[in-house]
């Protein structure tokens, strides 16, 4: 099986910055994503993992350590628009879909 | 590229009707996904297909549920005899190698369809 966790919500400043941790147990391992949702909308993807190291797009990065099956996501400069949920998601093999977690909701505040 | 929509985007039923749910991917796309959400939750992967094969289905919630996928192009979701516990945001999704990660896990989801079953 497949699990994962994630802190449930976040608060941070406007300017400031956040990073959103994901740790993760799976029987099979083909990278960790990062989805954005805002309240009523769908998912976004944000960023893909598969190996080791630090992906950086914009003023959104994500972290992977595939030995310590954790990994984060970095958000810069924060403005109000990203109050949203964040998701880390795991491939635990190419014929699975995606196993989410419940979600991290981000809260900016002024 | 118009992006993956779902129809209809809401569903009122009553306890023990049969509904179906379409979904038209990217029209480039090869995979499909459907995922469940309710409230609070991720969303929860239930099926998906590449191209018209369905190669991932033991994830379907149970026999009343079922997907179709005919020509490799849009998909339908079927929940036969709806219970109140069937009520959730049901989502679509596609993928493709070609997009700009590379990967299949670069998924683009359409709006979903809200389902309440009273």
């Known amino acids: 099986g497949q699990s994962l966790e994630q802190p449930s919500e976040v608060t941070a400043v406007e300017g400031a910055i956040v990073q959103i941790n994901c740790t993760y147990q799976?029987?099979?391992?083909?990278?960790l994503s990062w989805y954005q949702q805002h309240d009523g909308g769908a998912p976004t993807f944000l960023s893909y993992n598969a190996l080791d190291g630090l992906e950086e797009t914009g003023r959104f990065s994500s972290f992977l350590s595939r030995s310590d099956s954790y990994g984060y996501l970095l958000l810069q400069e924060l403005q109000m628009k990203d109050s949203a949920s964040y998701f880390c998601a795991v491939n635990g093999g190419g014929a699975d879909g995606l196993t989410f977690g419940k979600g991290t909701h981000l809260i900016i505040q002024p | 590229d118009t992006g993956v929509s779902q129809d209809p985007r809401h569903k009122i039923t009553k306890r023990g009707q049969n509904v179906t749910f379409r979904c038209d991917p990217i029209s480039e796309h090869n995979r499909l996904y459907w995922y469940r959400q309710t409230l609070g939750q991720g969303p929860e992967f239930l099926t998906y297909f590449q191209n018209e094969a369905q190669l991932e289905k033991s994830r379907l919630l149970s026999d009343r549920f079922s997907a179709e996928r005919p020509k490799g192009s849009f998909s339908t979701l079927e929940i036969q005899r709806t219970e109140q516990g069937d009520s959730a945001m049901y989502l679509c999704?596609?993928?493709?190698?070609?997009?700009?990660?590379?990967?299949?896990?670069?998924?683009?989801f359409g709006p979903g369809t809200r389902l309440t079953v009273l």
């Open positions: 799976t029987s099979g391992f083909y990278g």
């Open positions: 999704a596609s993928s493709s190698q070609r997009a700009p990660s590379g990967s299949y896990n670069e998924q683009f």
